[in-house]
């Protein structure tokens, strides 16, 4: 009970100074983007060029359709705008996305989970 209680009043003090809750692509919350919106952000950035999902795309880099099964979204929005920073040798470029275009990326790339 008191646990509910700190949690509803930390939500009061955030709504009477008018700050937001809302968990983006850090890793709090893994439906804090739209998929279909990252589909088309995906599709946007070309990275088919270099990535397979579902059989399509390109073969240098790796294999997307079950990125989903593997990565959660604190690593991905870690890791895509800054993938040399998680493996120096990587040759991936920075994915250029960035706020709620990030955050829909993530949330996209978390409902590939092919076998």
């Known amino acids: ?18 700050v937001s809750l809302t968990m983006h692509a850090t890793g709090a919350s893994p439906a804090a983007g739209d998929p279909v ?4 952000v ?13 059989g399509v795309g390109g073969k240098m880099g790796p294999d997307l359709s079950a990125v989903g099964t593997k990565r959660d979204a604190a690593w991905l929005a870690k890791y ?10 990587n040759k991936m470029p920075a994915a250029k996305a960035t706020g709620q275009d990030l955050d829909n990326l993530v949330a996209y790339l978390l409902t590939l989970k092919a076998k």
Request: aromatic letters at 6%.
């Open 80 to 89: 895509l705008p800054n993938p040399k920073g998680i493996d120096p040798k």
């Open 1 to 18: 009970m008191k646990r509910a209680g700190i949690g509803f009043g930390l939500m009061v003090i955030a709504a009477f100074l008018g």
């Open 42 to 54: 995906f599709t946007t950035l070309k990275c088919t060029m270099c990535h397979i999902i579902a």
């Open 37 to 40: 919106k990252g589909k088309a």
